[in-house]
């Protein structure tokens, strides 16, 4: 069975730690066999705690699970398939990242040969669609001054109240990520900006998926989460 390990920032320092304050390991449970969890993201949306993963090899199929209590169940309390529409085409669907703004829910891929450059999708209220260029929201988003080693193929977003926030781990590394935030004046994601430029994960077991990550917060605390082997 498929779980995650989650971690939970403490407040005041650069740590997120391994089951501080919080279950430790939770179940994924009802997944549909083709469910590809090597692409995966995780959001809270105000009310819930959701997890999605692509369908299978496809790149504009999405299932989602949510919260109910003891696991993270496929079709609980929530659209059991998704669609994205209008993806450019050099969109990477290799990874992406989901969070929910208070407003709107929000998917992010990266452009292939660029994933300095996102993609920003987002719900169309009453149906099962994330379109690309929806409404007033910027389609194309840069993230700048992140270190060189910093692994892009590992990473993550999350938006906690008041600001949008972007992770990625450091090549070579499984507990050093690198942060950066949303800057409205110059409309685009700073490394350093307003955040804890460096932060450290500590005391995950060794059978974490440090290829597979997610974090979210959901109003209370900053949360982490690799996927366990």
Known sequence: ???????????????????????PNIPIVGAPSDTNFRRWSMLHDGAGYRLYAFKGSTRDTLYQFAWDGTSYAYDHESIPVLTLTNAPADADSGSFSVLHSGDAYHLYLRRIGDPTVLYQFVHVPGTSTYQWAYGDHIPVLRVTGFPEDTDWSRWTMLHDGSAYRIYAFHHGSNDALSQGTWNPATHEYQYAYDSIPQLRLEGYPSGSDAGRVAALHDGAAYRFYFQAR
């Not at 498929?2 to 407040?11: C, D, I």
């Open 1 to 23: 069975m498929v779980s995650v390990n989650q971690g939970v920032w403490v407040p005041g320092s650069d740590v997120y730690r391994y089951g501080y304050g919080c279950i």
